[in-house]
């Protein structure tokens, strides 16, 4: 900015050095002060822009987990589900009633099943 005044001044007021405003002898630290105050200035759109990057990723945070936890009660239901089966085959078993999974089963398969399904409930 200096060096475009000293251009100007020395073309159109033949070196007056007294028509010069940024580099007059008078005014040695204004560029100094322009400096200063530029670097001052705060951009209130980032600010904003920020702002709402940061809303955004707690609200996608927000969805993450919620969907998580609906992943996680969905998967919770079918453990549950398949624990009960497992408990109502094995009381029907242990009480020798027979059943569509235990038909065609041999009595040592239905020990086996009865060992493991035990130990699974367990």
Not at 61 to 78: D, F, H, P, V, W
Not at 89 to 107: A, I
Request: glycine share 4%.
């Amino acid at each position: 900015m200096m060096a475009f005044e000293d251009m100007s001044i020395d073309a159109y007021s033949d070196g007056d050095r007294t028509k010069r405003i940024l580099s007059h002898p008078i005014a040695q630290d204004l560029p100094q002060k322009i400096t200063d105050n530029i670097e001052k200035w705060r951009n209130p759109f980032k600010d904003a822009w920020m702002m709402l990057r940061g809303e955004m990723l707690d609200v996608k945070a927000m969805m993450n987990a919620l969907s998580g936890r609906t992943i996680q009660e969905t998967l919770c239901g079918k453990a549950e589900a398949k624990q009960r089966e497992k408990k109502t085959e094995l009381e029907k078993m242990t009480l020798g009633k027979t059943t569509l999974k235990s038909f065609f089963k041999s009595k040592g398969t239905i020990q086996k099943d009865i060992d493991s399904y035990s130990a699974a409930i367990q």
